[in-house]
T-cell receptor, first 110, second 115 residues
Framework: QKEVEQNSGPLSVPEGAIASLNCTYS??????FFWYRQYSGKSPELIMS????GDKEDGRFTAQLNKASQYVSLLIRDSQPSDSATYLC??????????FGDGTTLTVKP | DAGVTQSPTHLIKTRGQQVTLRCSPK?????VSWYQQALGQGPQFIFQ???????QRGNFPDRFSGHQFPNYSSELNVNALLLGDSALYLC??????????????FGQGTRLTVV
């Protein structure tokens, strides 16, 4: 079992719809959770971080964390074609080690 | 502020050769981490340098080594290159001392192709 698992996709949504991206992790000692966006051939770009259970909203993005279920998600509202990218979930333990999932590819169709 | 800069951007090497990749951290950052990202996969942590010492290491063989200089810049060295070392190598920097600090600043990466 991978330490951080994501559906590889591709996930396709129409423009204006809500895109839902999911991530599960295996280390119960994980304390920090991050979502990155990565365009093809580019480096990852941090879009959200979440540290406690519940929801965290930033513009069109909402991160959701459930530590009991070891589950973190990212919702993108009013999806735009420019949101088409690979979304990486990353998890960090107290020891400072970061583990990334393999990413979910999102395509937003006009 | 130039952010995190890496050189070179692209590199082609032959199996068995050695390669050195370079990274200059964002101004004010003293911690540098290196990641390997194979095609279709997420970044995998190689190691992290802080105060010129390797502070943490991922599951990579000893062929992967690094160095950090007094100006906080860093090098990643890979010996005896294998075809499987072909990947995008990413450098990330952040202020040291905070283990929970987010990895927010990545360089543009070095694309290494081993033939």
């Amino acid at each position: 079992q991978k330490e951080v698992e994501q559906n590889s996709g591709p996930l396709s949504v129409p423009e204006g719809a809500i895109a839902s991206l999911n991530c599960t992790y295996s280390d119960r000692g994980s304390q920090s959770f991050f979502w990155y966006r990565q365009y093809s051939g580019k480096s990852p770009e941090l879009i959200m971080s979440i540290y406690s259970n519940g929801d965290k909203e930033d513009g069109r993005f909402t991160a959701q964390l459930n530590k009991a279920s070891q589950y973190v998600s990212l919702l993108i509202r009013d999806s735009q074609p420019s949101d088409s990218a690979t979304y990486l979930c990353a998890v960090r333990t107290n020891a400072g080690k970061s583990t990334f999932g393999d990413g979910t590819t999102l395509t937003v169709k006009p | 502020d130039a952010g995190v800069t890496q050189s070179p951007t692209h590199l082609i090497k032959t199996r068995g050769q050695q390669v050195t990749l370079r990274c200059s951290p964002k101004s004010g950052h003293d911690t540098v981490s290196w990641y390997q990202q194979a095609l279709g996969q997420g970044p995998q942590f190689i190691f992290q340098y802080y105060e010129e010492e390797e502070r943490q290491r991922g599951n990579f063989p000893d062929r992967f080594s690094g160095h950090q200089f007094p100006n906080y810049s860093s090098e990643l060295n890979v010996n005896a290159l294998l075809l499987g070392d072909s990947a995008l190598y990413l450098c990330a920097s952040r202020p040291g001392g905070d283990w929970g600090a987010v990895e927010a600043f990545f360089g543009q990466g070095t694309r290494l192709t081993v033939v």
